[in-house]
């Protein structure tokens, strides 16, 4: 009687514990639990960027039939006719994120390389302290110094003299009235650096002190060696400064309050411009009529797999480089 | 072969927690929903136009102080975002300066009444240091200086309206609505009557493509820009400049004369347009005929829908805009904005007397 009873209840037993060993390797209840919950709670980061591309598509989906792929070369935006075109918003958007990585990039890297090769403790960690702490300003706050301080000081001390040197190049043609294209530049290289020289002093840090020594034993002067240590990195430096590039495409609130925005192509840096984020931001709200409302998700739906594309690469060129030297990535 | 149990106690405190988290969550949610359903009070939301945004400000603190019991909310977004939430109907009333377009009337899940509230002035105001006295614009000029045929400040065309003022030869830096906005709309309004160029390239309505010129957001983002930038001329709601200090410029009207932008031209404007005003009271008053008119002026409406479904909401709100059109007018002067005509308020009453709720009307 025995044997029999044992035999059922191993069937049973030995079918739940194969199912459980399989969940988790220690067999415990509570692990396997735990590895199902965050699982699903992976699967629901996943589910929701999926259900956003699927919102985005449908909801422009009539603006997408009506203009096809005309709306990425029209340069007409006129909701009061019903013509819509994303030439300007991408122009814009692009432009002033180069500005801005052209800005940053030379102070980013200055600034990493500073603070992880040169600088003694005492005044690296206030100084990168610091330095982080102006990606915790507000964008709005941005803004706001924007229009009161630096568009008039751009206004009165750096786009005249400017205009002067290098007015014969188209860059630099127009009337100067402070707010633009090179403010709105400026303003993101500002809010970028701290992203870009937080990931290089990660990078940098991961690179093993091997290599240094290395190239200082072999004679080279602190430059030299630098410069090995940043050959070394430049994979995941090139990570960072897509990262940037990411976070300079999407800004919405700094630049929609310095860069005029007026849809409108033009070659001088001087003049206003539209980014597609100013672009939601300021007719969202507001926008009456369903193909006008459309054409700004579809604005929207650009934006989103331009920034998705570009930070997919970024992190997994900076995971390649730190996976293999043992350092940490920082999630920016 | 047994099985270690150890797993099974550490399952069950795990669910048993879970569980009671639940609960507790469920339950605030159950107290916070409940909460909104006090027995005697009541609460209105309101979105719409910047341009009466302070003197409605005004009018929900002056009538929270006589009826505690009705909250009132108003959130300035503009125009369009009023229309819109009024016809998802996520709020009770909206605003808006230009009236409804007969398409968006059609396509509103019921029928909408406008109420004329107040009047206000779209003016002209610019930056230019060293000018003493408001300038002077012909509409012509005005359209051509939007239009960015009109490049410089001592342009021919201005220096003829302005005898004796030197202007500089700066370019004019033209700031305009970034966003969808009432004040755009009515000013455009304007332009498209005095300027068949005008009408033709841009038209008017919330959003016109600017052909020239800065966005700035809100009246108070172009307010801003023309504070702070040298040579710029704008275009604003009257109480965002007087406010901030800026320099208003007279208009030359229909009629020939360069009025300067007052209460009491608005009100000429408004009187010299009853005639011709619809029954429905949707009307334009820019550029009406008359000596003393300012040319850019406008209603500023309050929608509502005719067929209330909350008796005791619908009930709150005629009786709000009853005191508006009546007790509020009183604040309308200090605050730059010129109270209705009294043949136009005896309209407003009779529509606001058409509300109801279930068939019964909502103010006897």
Redesign the interface.
């Known amino acids: 009687m025995s044997v029999v009873r044992q035999d059922d209840k191993?069937d049973f037993?030995s079918q739940?514990?194969t199912w459980r060993r399989a969940l988790s390797p220690t067999?415990?209840?509570?692990d396997a639990?735990f590895r199902i919950v965050m699982f699903l709670a992976a699967l629901l980061m996943v589910a929701i960027v999926i259900a956003k591309l699927i919102a985005l598509s449908a909801d422009s989906m009539l603006s997408i039939r009506q203009f096809g792929f005309g709306f990425l070369a029209s340069q007409?935006?006129?909701?009061?006719?019903g013509e819509f075109g994303a030439l300007p918003f991408i122009y814009g958007t692009i432009v002033s994120a180069v500005i801005a990585l052209l800005i940053s990039v030379p102070f980013s890297l200055g600034i990493a390389i500073f603070l992880v090769e040169q600088a003694p403790q005492y005044v690296s960690r206030p100084v990168g302290f610091l330095v982080e702490l102006l990606a915790a300003i507000p964008s709005v706050v941005y803004g706001l110094w924007g229009?009161?301080v630096l568009?008039?000081f751009l206004?009165n001390y750096i786009e005249p003299p400017l205009a002067k040197v290098l007015g014969w190049l188209p860059l630099f043609k127009g009337?100067i009235?402070?707010?633009?294209l090179l403010t709105g530049g400026i303003i993101l290289a500002i809010m970028v650096t701290p992203i870009i020289s937080a990931v290089v002093r990660d990078v940098l840090t991961a690179v093993p002190g091997s290599q240094r020594e290395a190239a200082l034993a072999l004679g080279a002067t602190k430059w030299e060696m630098i410069r090995v240590v940043l050959v070394n990195g430049a994979p995941g430096i090139a990570g960072a400064i897509i990262l940037g590039l990411g976070r300079a495409l999407g800004e919405t609130m700094a630049v929609?309050?310095v860069i005029?925005?007026?849809?409108q192509i033009s070659a001088s840096l001087f003049e206003?411009s539209?980014t597609i984020a100013?672009a939601i931001a300021?007719?969202f709200?507001?926008?009456?009529g369903d193909l006008?409302l459309s054409a700004l998700v579809e604005l929207g739906l650009i934006l989103f797999l331009v920034t998705f594309i570009v930070n997919g690469i970024a992190r997994m060129l900076v995971w390649n480089v730190t996976r293999k030297t043992g350092g940490v990535s920082r999630a920016a | 072969?047994s099985?270690?149990n150890?797993?099974?106690k550490?399952?069950f405190r795990?669910f048993a927690s879970a569980c009671a988290f639940a609960v507790l969550i469920l339950s605030f949610a159950c107290i916070h929903g409940n909460s909104g359903n006090g027995s005697s009070s009541v609460s209105l939301q309101g979105a719409g136009a910047t341009f009466p945004n302070p003197l409605y400000q005004k009018w929900l603190s002056e009538y929270g102080k006589l009826h505690a019991n009705v909250k009132i909310d108003y959130q300035s977004?503009?125009?369009?975002?009023g229309?819109?939430q009024l016809k998802e109907q996520t709020v009770d009333f909206g605003a808006s300066d230009a009236p409804m377009k007969d398409e968006?009337l059609k396509s509103a899940p019921g029928e909408i009444l406008h109420v004329p509230t107040v009047l206000g002035a779209v003016v002209i105001t610019y930056n230019l240091s060293g000018i003493n006295q408001p300038l002077r614009f012909s509409p012509d000029v005005i359209a051509d200086i939007f239009l960015g045929k009109i490049k410089k400040w001592n342009d021919p065309r201005i220096t003829a309206d302005n005898p004796g003022v030197t202007l500089p030869a700066n370019?004019i830096?033209v700031v305009h609505r970034?966003?969808?906005?009432g004040t755009s709309a009515v000013f455009t309004d304007y332009l498209s009557k005095v300027s068949p160029e005008w009408k033709e390239k841009?038209?008017?309505?919330?959003?016109?493509?600017?052909p020239v010129?800065?966005?700035?957001?809100g009246n108070e983002?172009v307010t801003?820009?023309v504070k702070?930038?040298p040579n710029?001329i704008g275009y604003v709601e009257l109480a965002y400049a007087v406010q901030n200090k800026l320099p208003v410029a007279n208009i030359k009207n229909a009629s020939g004369s360069f009025v300067q932008p007052s209460v009491d031209s608005v009100t000429a404007a408004a009187s010299a347009s009853a005639a011709n005003t619809p029954e429905d009271l949707r009307v334009s008053i820019t550029n009406a005929p008359g000596a003393d008119v300012y040319p850019i002026s406008s209603y500023t409406y309050i929608l509502v829908y005719k067929n209330q479904k909350d008796a005791a909401k619908g009930k709150a709100l005629v009786d709000f805009l009853w005191w508006g059109i009546h007790d509020g007018e009183v604040f309308a002067k200090g605050l730059e904005y010129a109270p209705l005509p009294a043949d136009i308020v005896k309209r407003a009453e009779a529509k606001i007397s058409s509300v109801t709720a279930g068939g019964a009307a909502l103010r006897q």
């Open positions: 191993l037993v739940y514990s067999g415990n209840t509570g639990i007409r935006w006129d909701p009061i006719k229009i009161f568009a008039p206004r009337s009235t402070g707010i633009g929609t309050m005029g925005n007026r849809p206003p539209y100013s300021n007719e709200t507001e926008a009456t006008y | 072969m099985v270690p150890r797993g099974h550490h399952g795990l977004i503009g125009s369009g975002g229309i819109k968006d370019d830096a970034a966003e969808s906005s841009v038209g008017s309505g919330v959003s016109p493509s600017w010129g800065i966005g700035g957001k983002g801003g820009q702070n930038t710029t």
